[in-house]
Nanobody, 115 residues
Framework: QVQLVESGGGLVQAGGSLRLSCRASRSIFTINAMGWYRQAPGKQREMVAT???????NYADSVKDRFTISRDNAENTVYLQMNNLKPEDTAVYYCNADYGWRADWGQGTQVTVSS
């Protein structure tokens, strides 16, 4: 099991940028994939972006060309750079560690985008 702590959320105007960080309590080098998910009020949690331990990335269509996921194995940290933010990006963003047979989640960080 790994503890995940997200940071970097906040309030930003539409068109602005934020960088989320997810720091793990231990090495993430052997974890199959790390990811960011989000949940808006009244909606189901959805995948935003994932990155495998080989560096392959996957993005939701709604964030392609605006968000970039990256990982620093030496720092046990995963990042989500979010540019050109839109009000519909408002949600709680969760970090995820996917082992294949189970997953761990962080507590989430709130991102609010004002119009």
């Amino acid at each position: 099991q790994v503890q995940l702590v997200e940071s970097g959320g906040g309030l930003v105007q539409a068109g602005g940028s934020l960088r989320l960080s997810c720091r793990a309590s231990r090495s993430i080098f052997t974890i199959n994939a790390m990811g960011w998910y989000r949940q808006a009020p009244g909606k189901q949690r959805e995948m935003v972006a994932t990155i495998t331990n080989r560096g392959s990335t996957n993005y939701a269509d709604s964030v392609k060309d605006r968000f970039t996921i990256s990982r620093d194995n030496a720092e046990n940290t995963v990042y989500l750079q979010m540019n050109n933010l839109k009000p519909e990006d408002t949600a709680v963003y969760y970090c995820n560690a996917d082992y294949g047979w189970r997953a761990d989640w962080g507590q989430g960080t709130q991102v609010t985008v004002s119009s």
